[in-house]
Nanobody, 124 residues
Framework: QVQLVGSGGGLAQAGGSLRLSCAAS????????MAWFRQAPGKERDFVAA????????NYADSVKGRFTISRDNAKNTVYLQMNSLKPEDTAVYYC?????????????????WGQGTQVTVSS
C-alpha cells in the first residue's frame, strides 16, 4: 500500500521557521516528482512547491518564493519543505503529493498519491 506520511507541522510565530517532512513507502520514490500543496479552511488546495525526480529542478508558488525551499533525499524516500520567514497567511494544512509522470506540475490533478496532511499554524 502506498503511503505518504507528512510530519513536522505545528505552531510557529510570524518570522519563524518550520521544516516539513514527507516519508514515502510502497512506491519507487525516485521515479516520482514530489510536491507540496496547502489548504486553508474554506479555500481550495493550492500549489506550494514541486521538485523533479532527481531534485535538480524546482517550482514554487509566487507567494512562497524566497521563503520556502523544497528538497528531497531519495536514499531516505523523503521530501522536505523548509519554511522560513513564516507569515500568518501560511497557516494551512500542508499535503505532500507524488506524480509518477515526473512533471513537478503546478496542477493538483497531476498527482497520483497524497499524504494525510500536517497542520501548520503561524501566529502574528
Amino acid at each position: 500500500q502506498v503511503q505518504l506520511v507528512g510530519s513536522g507541522g505545528g505552531l510557529a510565530q510570524a518570522g519563524g521557521s518550520l521544516r516539513l517532512s514527507c516519508a514515502a513507502s510502497g512506491l519507487t520514490f525516485h521515479t516520482y516528482a514530489m510536491a507540496w500543496f496547502r489548504q486553508a479552511p474554506g479555500k481550495e488546495r493550492d500549489f506550494v512547491a514541486a521538485i523533479t525526480r532527481s531534485g535538480t529542478n524546482t517550482n514554487y508558488a509566487d507567494s512562497v518564493k524566497g521563503r520556502f525551499t523544497i528538497s528531497r533525499d531519495n536514499a531516505k524516500n523523503t521530501v522536505y519543505l523548509q519554511m522560513n520567514s513564516l507569515k500568518p497567511e501560511d497557516t494551512a494544512v500542508y499535503y505532500c503529493a507524488a506524480d509518477l509522470w515526473g512533471r513537478a506540475s503546478f496542477s493538483l490533478s497531476s498527482y497520483d498519491y497524497w499524504g494525510q496532511g500536517t497542520q501548520v499554524t503561524v501566529s502574528s
